[in-house]
């Protein structure tokens, strides 16, 4: 998980993830960001996303993000 929050943060360096608990309602991340953070997951995690796995729930916070992950790993 710390290197989701290393890429999170390199993309908002004024915001704190460990605080901030709801990433679309709250305003921070928007489309162009889960577009970067797709093609950073890609890269640093070497796992592609599907397009069926960009959903609002999968992005909504660090954890969904990381859970997302983790379980497209598994695949």
């Not at 998980?1 to 901030?20: A, G, Q």
């Not at 709801?22 to 996303?49: A, F, H, K, M």
């Not at 729930?57 to 954890?63: G, L, P, R």
């Amino acid at each position: 998980m710390n290197e989701l929050v290393k890429i999170l943060s390199s993309m908002h360096p004024e915001i704190d993830f460990s605080v901030h608990h709801d990433l679309l309602d709250e305003g921070i991340l928007d489309s162009i960001d889960i577009v970067t953070l797709v093609g950073e997951i890609d890269e640093v995690y070497g796992i592609q996303v599907p397009l069926e796995e960009i959903t609002p729930e999968n992005f909504s916070s660090v954890e969904a993000i990381y859970q997302m992950i983790e379980r497209l790993r598994g695949q």
